[in-house]
């Protein structure tokens, strides 16, 4: 893909010199994509579908640590969390601007890194790359991922669409992403102290993966349509389940029962926050960033789905009066609390 082995300063280039760089290997796959990088607007052709865009912005020292998270990682995982929006609309991704940020520490050969792994998703997903820009940065690196997808008007879905007696789905499994992180973070501290320990990662992979490099879930959209159900209500799980399922709550004015031994959590997941003297529940509820997806459904579509092994039901959606609660293992009635991530904090 890119063939430079030395040390390339990126002003040797300019920022049109980059841009070309970047993308003059980009074919367009995608016959929504009628002219992509190259002028200065992309020309897309949505052919009596409805349209949705959505924007990430991911910063350096906020939303990233370079210090473990390799280039190649992080431009897949900029495109992954970006498209895992447009999924959780039950649409499909066809195109996505990318915008950069460069700071003067960065060479050449890191941004092509970068921006392997972020073509390495695209061609994952079937996914243009149709423009973008880039910027010199004072504040290290900034990454900016726009994401267009198509849907048929009757097929998108919304979070404020959840009715009382909708059961409660979740994809995959919750909380790896987060106990990966505090892996990794324990590491880095351990390596700052004494730099000649090499970190201790045997046999997390899974958990190191789910944070380094989660992958949006295309195969659930496909596999509900398939099963012949629309969610009533849908949205992406990144700042954690108990947030995410308060928004689905509070926008479609009703309540819900979610039950904790039904929260699915990987066995190493499990493991590891033991281990941290965390609980399992607690990383699953409120860690985030495991981009799985949470939806709602008729009870009528019970029989479909109910022997799949990617679909947890973990709960049901009650009147509004009845309050956000989790019931324990215990049988104990616990008000869900939105402990997630914040932006602001």
């Not at 700071?103 to 050969?109: D, G, H, M, Y």
């Not at 102290?193 to 879930?217: C, S, T, V």
């Not at 709550?249 to 190493?268: A, F, H, R, W």
Request: overall charge negative; aromatic content about 6%; hydrophobic content about 35%.
């Amino acid at each position: 893909m890119f063939e430079n082995k030395e040390r390339t300063d990126i002003s040797s280039l300019g920022e049109f010199g980059l841009i070309d760089h970047l993308t003059r290997s980009i074919k367009l796959k995608n016959p929504s994509s009628l002219k992509g990088a190259g002028d200065d607007a992309a020309v897309l052709d949505p052919s009596g579908k409805k349209m949705l865009i959505s924007t990430d912005l991911l910063l350096e020292g906020i939303h990233f640590d370079l210090a473990y998270t390799p280039l190649k990682h992080l431009g897949y995982k900029s495109i992954q969390v970006n498209l895992s929006d447009i999924y959780a609309m039950n649409a499909v991704p066809s195109q996505v601007t990318v915008s950069l940020g460069l700071s003067s520490k960065f060479p050449l050969e890191a941004v092509e890194e970068l921006y392997s792994g972020m073509l390495l998703a695209c061609e994952k997903y079937n996914v243009d790359i149709v423009g973008g820009d880039t910027s010199s940065s004072k504040q290290g690196l900034v990454i900016s991922v726009t994401s267009i997808g198509y849907a048929d008007e009757e097929a998108i879905t919304y979070r404020n669409t959840a009715a009382e007696g909708d059961l409660l789905c979740v994809s995959g499994d919750l909380g790896g992403a987060y106990m990966g992180l505090q892996l990794l973070e324990r590491e880095k501290r351990i390596f700052i102290e004494n730099p000649q320990i090499q970190p201790d990662l045997e046999g997390k992979d899974y958990i190191i993966e789910r944070q380094l490099k989660p992958d949006a879930r295309k195969d659930i959209v496909e596999i509900l349509r398939d099963f012949g159900i629309k969610p009533t209500a849908m949205i992406d799980i990144s700042d954690g389940l108990s947030s995410e399922i308060i928004h689905i709550c509070t926008q479609s004015e009703v309540g819900c029962n979610l039950y904790e031994e039904k929260i699915p959590i990987d066995p190493m997941t499990y493991e590891t926050a033991r281990e941290f003297n965390l609980d399992p529940t607690v990383c699953a509820l409120s860690g985030g960033e495991d981009y799985e997806l949470l939806f709602t459904i008729k009870q009528s579509d019970y029989d479909k789905i109910k022997n799949s092994a990617f679909i947890s039901i973990i709960g049901h959606i009650t009147e509004k009066a009845a309050g956000m609660n989790m019931i324990s293992k215990a049988g104990n009635v616990h008000a869900l609390k939105a402990q997630g991530w914040n932006t602001f904090q």
